[in-house]
């Protein structure tokens, strides 16, 4: 038998015109004769008891592919000096074969199937999902297989994925944590912290954003518990700093859910503004190309055609086995788009729900004066303590802060605290005799800055005598 007999034995022709010639091969005779020298000498019996193994042959060029379709695994396709190939390569060049490849040969990958679509076969759902998860469904359209519509489904986390923003993965992370689980997760990043919130409230911020009902409740807090507080109302900065202060000493239970409530309301009021704005960045980012979000399902259901999704593969320039993730990620980062910081634009909102805030505060401030109206007796000490505050302010004197002492500047004392039981004021003093702590009633400290050697020897000469 000639070499082409013994080649025609092992081999069957399905396919050929004046220009191409598609056979299936059975052993290594038909290899030798079709074949190239290098898929001879790469030519393995026992790869035929794995797959299926064909040959596209060029008549009048070079064009030559060997396809392996294995029983388990992606179709591989090279040429015959063994580069790895295509399945559009092999279509592009003979569009003859097209249906004959997809109804002989099975392309798990998604440009497969939206070839097997195309070429007038209905895909179920099951079959589509299998393929690529990004898949949902497709609605056949008989008369234009091209047009049918497919429904393409994406978590948040990979479709933040595609884009390029101007803080990178923090931009990504912020998103993730606002848009997770179809919205309704929340997975702890929050735009302002603890410590924003623990400054603001110390510096009087918070309390000024009550309503008026609130006010009158604080004002009523205050004149019961702390009247002299009342003496700063000229002072906004001063009087509220010092409320804050005063509702931590004395109701700090309270003074917690205000300020986490706060917080929640100022972190809500960021998330909206934030959603806003990447709704309006990449909410529908793929419209112009055909691909468009199915009602306000941002970030996770889209709808386009086959056609679309083919014409995409080819104009981005990926891979044909690539998945749908891959081939939007290439098209998302190559829009350029300026997105992201997302962390600023949230903290330019400031912005709270001006209802609800007011409702908890109220809530907590009627607790307050409950409390205090059951339990007067606990608050004589608070309203002198307080009326020792307002003093020293009126003198010039706070908690905390370094002073000269007026007639000698060399000498130097700090206010450490007051002592909320005996109402005592507690300082430290640099003098004659080095570091010292003391003392005083608010009488003792007037006559300590005064002249405090003769007050000092008053005291000995008192002690003395008793």
């Given amino acids: 038998m000639t070499p082409k007999e013994l080649a025609d034995e092992q081999s069957k022709v399905i396919f050929e015109n004046d220009d191409v010639m598609f056979i299936e091969i059975y052993g290594y005779q038909a290899m030798e004769y079709y074949g190239s020298e290098y898929l001879n000498r790469t030519y393995k019996p026992n790869k035929l008891r794995g797959g299926d193994l064909y040959l596209v042959i060029d008549k009048n060029g070079d064009n030559n592919y060997q396809i392996f379709e294995p029983k388990h695994g992606n179709v591989e396709i090279e040429d015959f000096e063994g580069r790895m190939k295509e399945f559009g390569d092999v279509t592009k060049k003979y569009p ?234 290439k098209l998302g980062k190559s829009l350029n788009l300026n997105i992201g910081n997302y962390n600023e634009i949230g903290r330019e909102s400031y912005e709270i729900d001006e209802e609800k805030w007011n409702d908890v505060v109220k809530s907590n401030l009627e607790e307050i004066l409950e409390y205090i109206e059951e339990n007067p007796e606990q608050y004589e000490g608070t309203k002198k303590y307080g009326e020792i505050l307002q003093a020293l302010d009126s003198m010039g004197y706070e908690i905390g802060s370094d002073y000269p002492l007026p007639y000698d500047r060399k000498k130097i004392f700090r206010i450490d605290d007051i002592n909320k039981e005996n109402l005592r004021i507690i300082l430290s003093y640099n003098g004659d005799k080095g570091f010292e702590r003391r003392t005083y009633s608010l009488e003792e400290f007037n006559n300590f800055l005064q002249s405090p050697e003769l007050f000092e020897s008053l005291v000995k000469k008192l002690k003395k005598m008793l």
């Fill in 96 to 329: 003859n074969l097209e249906k004959i490849l997809i109804d002989l040969v099975t392309i798990n990958t998604p440009y497969g199937m939206l070839l097997t679509i195309k070429n007038g076969v209905d895909v179920d759902r099951w079959r589509l999902r299998d393929i690529d998860d990004c898949f949902g469904h497709a609605v056949f359209n008989s008369k234009n297989p091209g047009k049918s519509m497919i429904n393409l489904l994406f978590d948040e986390s990979e479709f933040f994925g595609f884009f390029k923003f101007s803080e990178g993965d923090y931009d990504k992370g912020i998103l993730e944590s606002i848009f997770g689980s179809r919205y309704g997760g929340y997975y702890g990043y929050d735009i302002y912290d603890s410590d924003t919130i623990y400054y603001d409230w110390k510096e009087g911020y918070i309390l000024r954003n009550i309503n008026d009902e609130n006010e009158q409740l604080l004002t009523k807090i205050v004149t019961i518990v702390s009247p002299a507080l009342l003496k700063f109302k000229d002072n906004q900065d001063k009087y509220y700093e010092s409320v804050s202060k005063f509702l931590d000493d004395n109701f700090s239970g309270e003074a917690e859910n205000m300020k986490d409530e706060y917080k929640d309301l100022l972190n809500n009021g960021a998330d909206e503004k934030i959603k806003k704005f990447a709704i309006s960045d990449i909410g529908d980012p793929f419209r112009e190309y055909g691909v468009i979000v199915k009602g306000d399902k941002y970030f996770y259901n889209y709808v386009t055609t086959v056609n679309v999704l083919l014409a995409l593969y080819g104009m981005t320039g990926v891979d044909k086995n690539a998945s749908i993730k891959d081939l939007f990620e």
